[in-house]
């Protein structure tokens, strides 16, 4: 085997089980490092954070316009209004290239805004018309000057707190602790730098402890006294650092002020900079772009002028500071894990069909379904749903989807807080965006697009256990391992399931230089949930059942497993007493679906019926999201539900769950109908039944034909290696 090592193909490598045991020789160990180092994090791993922030992106193009027509309104005429507003502005209001006063402004956009209004008014009386779309200009205007109004404040405020600083630190002391910050700086990286350096010499000491241990062998002594010396050197001189840090620390109260204050004035220079209709700038779409003078220093600019739109994209794009599977696999979650996925309008915005084509088959199945979209490939699930009822951020296909999992409690707290109060947050998650993304272009949204927000959270309690829903069942039990834990059983107390081979996840990416670059494709999914409508149904199936005084009974019918995950067949026992793996199990034993439904949720998504089920699955990563202060008194409203993402190698392999599965009606030739918790009404069937307390087969229908799930939107999308996006995504314009 080991002299046939190098021979291997990439297909054979990826048919391999994600296991060291598999990986054991120097050359497959080495494979399986450069597969992980250029593979997207949260693919093969579930994230251990306890925030998920989707961030779905829109480019702009001054190519792309809206196909749908109002008949009573063009739909560009607020845009068109709100141009012919601006150059009425800056003829009246600007003399010589001087702006007048804010206050100047607003009363002259008031005597325009009640003209508009009285013009609009008798022309509605006289021939029953819409008000023009100048008039809802002027007052786009007359909101963004309120807008700068705010932001000047805040701006005059920071500047005065800058002065007195400045006036109590002489500047020959604020050079001296700027120094000493540079310093402080320089050693924390440092400090960083050392400590994933012991890591990984922790790490070696282990294996080598554990090696000992195991195998009972006799380390080489001047191996293991070298090792432990440099262990011993880098632990003296991360002390040494660490005093460094303390000494120097000190004293520098002001200058952090002072750098948060910056921080801030930027922002607020930025957000002024955005709203500011009044300077002669180019139109969005334009790929030159005006730089003001008063830009904040070390703000990044996208100044090139040569640069197109979609090269200034795919710029930003390759900067994005991804997360790769293997630090995901290696070092603690302290840091955001970001990742990026483009969906086919995506590729087809940015990239030129003929490159492409050059590298890969177009037509490939799962590029023909990637490039047909959700809504075709799954018709009968997600195609009749309408407009209406979809979020509006998802009604229409995104271009990019940014993916970062989070554990900052700060965020969230002041999210939480204007929720309460109802306040707009989408600008604090804006910031955070852009901080997350290296993303400094203060004229992102003019010149990139749109980006809207969702936040998903591991359970309705926002901690750190294990990942529940909102209708109480522990979710994620019966995902696919990848690389487990030599200390897996000692962990968890029982054996882990065999491990799944790579090409259940992974794709090859002939997009990306490097031979062993791999990728998945991302289904993105979002679902409403109705727990008071699911709590009533339940009661009265209870009721049906016998099973009044445990519910749980009742409810485990309909999903197909008990709340903490314990399977509904022979051999497992609930509640049980000892620690036993909840997936490892089969219908074998329970063909008629009397112990675990037929249309259980869970049976119907997965069967486990065929020989290679274990080679079909998918990775599934859900994310609850709804309201961050939940009262007891909340029912249904306001909104809550299911943010699911789901990685393949193969969109078939989904799509035969939701077409073939849950929206299936045959199950081993007996008509069941559809998947219990998307059943609606019309659409109940009588093939399965229920066994009740006393062991009778009794019918499953309660007379509830309300939703319990509701399709809110989705998309395809495709996570590239990430040595594609660095090094060859503008190779491909």
Same mark, same amino acid.
């Given at each position: ?19 060291? %045991? ?35 992106? @829109? ?8 196909? !749908? ?36 402004? @607003? ?16 022309? !509605? ?28 404040? *805040? ?5 005065? $707190?800058? /002065? ?11 050079? @001296? ?5 540079? =310093? ?54 991360? =002390? ?19 750098? @948060? ?7 607020? *220079? ?13 139109? /969005? ?26 090269? &200034? ?31 086919? *309008? ?33 018709? #009968? ?38 929720? &309460? ?21 203060? #004229?992102?949204?003019? +010149? ?52 799944? #081979? ?25 679902? %409403? ?21 445990? *519910? ?8 197909? %497993?008990? !709340? ?38 869970? $049976? ?5 019926? &065929? ?21 007891? !008194? ?15 190698? %193969?969109?078939? +392999? ?21 998947? /219990? ?18 062991? #009778? ?37």
């Amino acid at each position: 085997m080991n002299s046939l090592d190098n021979t291997l193909s990439f297909k054979e490598i990826l048919e391999y089980k994600a296991d060291d %045991r598999y990986f054991n020789t120097p050359f497959l160990a080495r494979q399986k490092d450069l597969i992980l180092e250029d593979l997207q994090a949260n693919i093969l791993k579930g994230s251990k954070h306890k925030y998920s922030i989707y961030c779905l992106i @829109k480019f702009n193009d001054s190519n792309k316009k809206s196909q !749908k027509v109002n008949k009573m309104v063009n739909p560009q005429m607020d845009d068109q209004a709100l141009e012919a507003v601006k150059n009425k502005i800056q003829q009246q209001l600007f003399k010589g290239g001087t702006l007048k006063p804010i206050k100047v402004c @607003k009363e002259f956009i008031n005597g325009q805004l009640e003209e508009e209004e009285d013009q609009g008014k008798k022309k !509605k009386n006289k021939k029953k018309v819409l008000v023009p779309g100048e008039i809802r200009a002027w007052g786009r205007a007359k909101n963004e000057l309120s807008t700068l109004d705010k932001v000047d404040a *805040q701006i005059k405020k920071l500047l005065a $707190r800058k /002065a007195q600083i400045k006036q109590v630190l002489p500047n020959t002391e604020m050079e @001296k602790l700027m120094d000493l910050k540079n =310093k402080v700086d320089e050693l924390t990286a440092r400090d960083e730098n050392l400590r994933k350096q012991i890591r990984l010499k922790q790490d070696q000491i282990d294996y080598f402890k554990r090696l000992k241990d195991e195998v009972a062998v006799t380390l080489n002594q001047r191996e293991w006294r070298n090792l432990k010396q440099e262990y011993d050197q880098i632990s003296e001189s991360l =002390k040494e650092y660490s005093q460094s840090i303390d000494e120097h620390t000190s004293g520098l109260f002001f200058v952090n002020e002072l750098a @948060k204050i910056n921080q801030k004035l930027q922002k607020l *220079q930025s957000k002024k900079e955005a709203f500011f209709f009044f300077s002669n700038s180019s139109s /969005a779409a334009t790929s030159k772009r005006s730089i003001s003078p008063n830009t904040p220093d070390g703000v990044e600019q996208f100044h090139s002028e040569d640069l197109t739109l979609k090269q &200034e994209i795919a710029r930003w794009l390759k900067n994005i500071p991804l997360t790769s599977a293997k630090d995901q696999m290696e070092l603690p979650p302290d840091n955001n894990h970001v990742g990026l996925y483009l969906s086919y *309008q995506g590729y087809q915005y940015l990239f030129n069909p003929k490159r492409i084509g050059q590298f890969i088959n177009l037509n490939d199945d799962d590029i023909k379904a990637f490039e047909e979209g959700l809504e075709k490939r799954c018709q #009968r699930a997600f195609g009749a749903v309408s407009k209406p009822t979809l979020d509006k951020d998802l009604a229409n296909p995104s271009d990019a989807l940014v993916l970062i999992s989070t554990d900052d409690e700060d965020l969230i707290s002041r999210i939480a807080k204007k929720e &309460e109060n109802k306040e707009d947050y989408q600008e604090e998650l804006f910031d955070f965006f852009v901080e997350s993304t290296k993303f400094k272009n203060i #004229r992102f949204k003019a +010149h990139f697009g749109s980006v809207a927000f969702k936040i998903g959270f591991r359970n309705p309690e926002k901690s750190n256990d294990a990942p529940r829903g909102w209708f109480g069942f522990k979710d994620g039990i019966s995902n696919p391992r990848y690389f487990t834990s030599r200390d897996f059983e000692k962990q968890n107390g029982y054996k882990p399931d065999p491990p799944a #081979r790579l090409n259940t996840v992974l794709r090859r990416n002939e997009l990306s230089p490097k031979p062993y670059a791999c990728g998945s494709f991302v289904v993105l999914l979002k679902f %409403r949930l109705f727990p008071s409508r699911f709590k009533g149904k339940i009661k009265k199936l209870s009721e049906k059942l016998g099973y009044e005084d445990y *519910q749980g009974y009742a409810a485990s019918n309909v999903i197909g %497993r008990h !709340k903490d995950g314990t399977p509904l067949v022979d051999p497992f026992t609930y509640p049980s007493r000892q620690k036993e793996n909840y997936n490892d199990f089969d219908y074998k034993s329970d063909p008629e679906g009397l112990q675990c439904p037929m249309n259980s949720h869970v $049976r119907k998504a997965n069967p486990r019926s &065929e020989a290679d089920w274990r080679d079909r699955q998918i990775v599934r990563r859900g994310m609850v999201y709804g309201p961050l202060n939940l009262s007891k !008194k909340d029912k249904d409203s306001p909104e809550r539900g299911l943010l699911f993402v789901s990685y393949q190698s %193969r969109l078939q +392999h989904f799509e035969d769950i939701v077409n073939k599965g849950i929206y299936g009606y045959n199950f081993n030739r007996i008509n069941v109908g559809k998947d /219990a918790l998307f059943t609606e009404k019309g659409e109940y069937k009588k093939g399965q039944k229920y066994v009740d307390a006393s062991g #009778r087969k009794v019918n499953a229908y309660t007379g509830e034909n309300k939703q319990l799930v509701q399709f809110k939107g989705g998309q395809y999308f495709f996570a590239s290696s990430i040595s594609f996006i660095k090094t060859n995504l503008e190779n491909c314009m």
